[in-house]
């Protein structure tokens, strides 16, 4: 066993102890929830790195929203700048998802993995960062900067704030530890993102509720009319079709078909929805999801038309597309349905840009590198369909810095955002040594 990887499995036990301690605090940062485990573990994560040697740790007020931990840790001079990014809210856990244990109370399954919210996504991404400051010491070779948001999985924020203080973020190499590979043991370095647009859409149709019977027939209730517009959404194979909306292709490594079907959890017997290849569908293609909607429950429901409804929709869109041109075009689709003249109201809720890396940087090379050198295995090159807001304001502070991104979160059985979300401790411990080997790697090529 080399040096390095000894010292991470002589590590391991505190980093686990310390993830179980913050997957304990709640920090929900969604409206409506206790604001006050946020705070807490906003607290607990300046502490977390003060354990790890690390200076100045400070909590900055973000305006409108939750405080960012920051630090800026001097390295040698002339040296780049590598800054570390993680996130300490979580997602909502309710009974409903239909958890199998407590989600804040942390629990080492029969397969070794940790259970809880948050265990991955992404309260790994902060114990993988303070462990790489544990390892690397006072002698740190290069500047390291940290930048730990509290309302990720929210409406964040923080793009804002970090692009009003450009020299205060700017760095050389930005590492986003929020996302991860296929499977545990396969390492996976993410090249691109899909964006997120949201928004809502509000149809009425009658001035007041009125009785099903007597009128139902001849006036249209809302919810009929929501569902008319909804279907054209898609097609009849389930594709996205908007005019106007972008589609693309992937031609980096292909998403694995049984790694996809364990962790969608779709059901036996059910096809998958859209055409083109399973990487296209996830990865390189926009897809429509309705979040929500605001109608009587089955419980609640009575023998009425209901006169308006709202509905809250998600868009994920290509990389290299333009998020405002495509919420825009989502948008205008929405007000040109109007089935039986109802009246359509549509109204942004966010754009989240998507992104794709240049794989011909030098410190993405490096990382695919460190990547190798820790789990013993070829990289690929992987897409998410997933969305990372902050990245698209880190380019714009310095676009000639490279950004990785890369974690503990497979995609096999973490279950981010879903019921029993976990971690496999190897895999941390992994990414750990991989992180420390890309800082010493970059630290070294700028003296070469």
């Known amino acids: 066993m080399s040096d390095r990887a000894s010292d991470v499995e002589q590590l391991m036990p505190e980093v686990l102890d310390r993830l179980r301690d913050l997957v304990r605090i709640p920090s929900v940062a969604f409206p409506g929830f206790d604001p006050e485990p946020v705070h807490r573990m906003g607290q607990a994560v300046v502490e977390l790195f003060e354990a790890a ?61 940790i259970y809880g919210r948050g265990a991955a996504d992404d309260k ?192 994920r869109i290509v990389p290299g597309s333009d998020a405002d041109a495509q919420l825009e075009a989502l948008m205008a689709h929405l007000r040109a349905q109007r089935p039986w003249n109802c009246e359509v109201e549509v109204v942004k809720v966010k754009t989240g840009h998507a992104f794709a890396v240049d794989q011909t940087h030098p410190a993405i090379v490096a990382a695919k590198d460190a990547l190798a050198s820790a789990y013993g295995a070829e990289v690929e090159s992987i897409g998410s369909g997933a969305s990372i807001p902050l990245v698209a304001s880190l380019k714009k502070i310095a676009p000639d810095a490279a950004i990785v991104l890369w974690g503990a979160e497979d995609t096999a059985k973490a279950r981010i955002h879903a019921s029993d979300e976990s971690v496999d401790p190897a895999e941390i411990a992994r990414m750990i040594a991989a992180q420390v080997a890309f800082i010493e790697e970059v630290a070294s090529s700028a003296h070469a």
């Open 124 to 315: 790994s991404g902060l114990v993988i960062h303070y462990a790489t400051l544990r390892l690397l010491g006072e002698a740190r070779p290069c500047r390291i900067k940290l930048l730990v948001e509290g309302e990720e999985e929210t409406i964040s924020h923080l793009e804002g704030f970090v692009e009003a203080s450009p020299e205060r973020f700017a760095a050389d190499a930005f590492v986003i530890a929020d996302i991860g590979g296929q499977v545990v043991g396969r390492p996976g370095l993410t090249t691109a993102l899909r964006g997120d647009v949201a928004c809502t859409v509000t149809v009425r149709t009658l001035s007041f509720p009125v009785h099903s019977g007597l009128f139902g027939g001849a006036a249209p209730d809302a919810m009929t009319a929501m569902i008319r517009i909804l279907d054209t959404l898609h097609d009849e194979a389930g594709d996205t079709v908007i005019p106007g909306v972008d589609v693309s292709q992937w031609d980096g490594a292909a998403m694995e078909e049984g790694v996809y079907r364990d962790g969608s959890a779709i059901l036996p017997g059910v096809d998958y929805l859209g055409t083109g290849s399973l990487s296209d569908r996830i990865w390189a293609k926009p897809s429509v999801t309705v979040l929500g909607m605001d109608l009587p429950s089955t419980a609640e429901a009575s023998n009425v038309l209901l006169p308006e409804v709202t509905a809250k929709l998600s868009m």
């Open 53 to 113: 040697g690390a200076t100045d740790v400070a909590l900055l007020d973000v305006p409108g929203g939750y405080p960012c931990v920051f630090a800026d840790l001097p390295g040698p001079e002339g040296s780049p700048t590598v800054l570390l990014y993680a996130h300490y809210d979580v997602q909502p856990a309710p009974a409903s998802q239909g958890w199998s244990t407590s989600p804040f109370e942390p629990v080492t399954g029969e397969d070794g993995r």
